[in-house]
């Protein structure tokens, strides 16, 4: 349990230093930055299943405030999809339930396959 939670830290930190370099921003207002703040909480759940935080459904809800144009979905989801490659075990399957879990649907689904491109 130690030995997850320091790896699940180490994980972070990673992820953060990632994202936060990454010069994602086309148009959109929202950034890799931001996504990564508001979905920390989730990866646990991501990664080992059991109960949602809470801190996470209101990471999932601030981010469906926050992508309001096709843009901003564009852009969060290539931030998803670039966060979520970087975490071993990471369940997409369970993360695309937070949505509903959170009761604040998610507007796409985040797969190692979408293409973010494409979404609306
Ligand atoms: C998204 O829309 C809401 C309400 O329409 C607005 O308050 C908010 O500022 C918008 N967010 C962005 C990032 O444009
Ligand atoms: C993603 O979709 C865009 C727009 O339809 C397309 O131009 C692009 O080639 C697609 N990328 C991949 C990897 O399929």
Sequence with gaps: MARSAVCGAAF?????CVLLTTPYVINATI?????VTLLTPCIPFGV?????????????????DAQNTTEDRRTACSCIQLG???IPGIDYDRINT??????S????????????????
């Design 31 to 35: 950034t890799c930055g931001q996504v």
């Design 105 to 120: 649907p998610c507007p796409y689904k985040v797969y190692p396959s979408t293409n973010c491109s494409e979404v609306s």
């Design 48 to 64: 080992y299943g059991g109960t949602v935080p809470p801190e996470c459904c209101a990471g999932i809800k601030g981010l469906n």
């Design 84 to 86: 979520a490659a970087l």
């Design 98 to 103: 937070l949505g509903d879990r959170c009761g």
């Design 12 to 16: 972070i930190v990673v992820l953060l």
